[in-house]
C-alpha cells in the first residue's frame, strides 16, 4: 500500500523553528521526487520544496534560505527544516510523493505561526 504520514506541525512564534517529516510506505518513492507543498486558506496549495531521488533540490522564492528539504532513501522519509519562521508561512503543509505516474499526498499537518 502507498502512503505518505506526514509528522512535526505545531504552533510556533515568528523567528522560531520547526522540523517536518514525511514517512513513506512503497519502495516506489526511494527512486522518484518528493516534496512538501503548503496550502493556507483561501489559496492554492503550492510548492514549497522538491527533491529527486539523487538529492537535488527546489525552492519557491519565499522561502530560499530559510527552509531545507532532505531525504533518506533508505528509511523513505523526507525532512522539511524551517527557520526563520513568518506568519505568512501559516498553512497546511503536504508531503509528496510521485510514482506510478501520478503524484500521491499526505493528509497534511498544520503549521500555525503567531506574530
Known amino acids: 500500500q502507498v502512503q505518505l504520514r506526514e509528522s512535526g506541525g505545531g504552533l510556533v512564534q515568528a523567528g522560531g523553528s520547526l522540523r517536518l517529516s514525511c514517512a513513506a510506505s512503497g519502495s516506489i518513492f526511494r527512486s522518484n521526487d518528493m516534496g512538501w507543498y503548503r496550502q493556507a486558506p483561501g489559496n492554492e496549495r503550492e510548492l514549497v520544496a522538491s527533491?529527486?531521488?539523487?538529492?537535488?533540490?527546489n525552492y519557491a522564492d519565499s522561502v530560499k534560505g530559510r527552509f531545507t528539504i532532505s531525504r533518506d532513501n533508505a528509511k523513505i522519509t523526507v525532512h522539511l527544516q524551517m527557520n526563520s519562521l513568518k506568519p505568512e508561512d501559516t498553512a497546511i503543509y503536504y508531503c509528496?510523493?510521485?510514482?506510478?505516474?501520478?503524484?500521491?499526498w499526505g493528509q497534511g499537518t498544520q503549521v500555525t505561526v503567531s506574530s
Open positions: 527533491i529527486t531521488s539523487g538529492g537535488r533540490t
Open positions: 509528496s510523493g510521485n510514482g506510478f505516474g501520478r503524484t500521491y
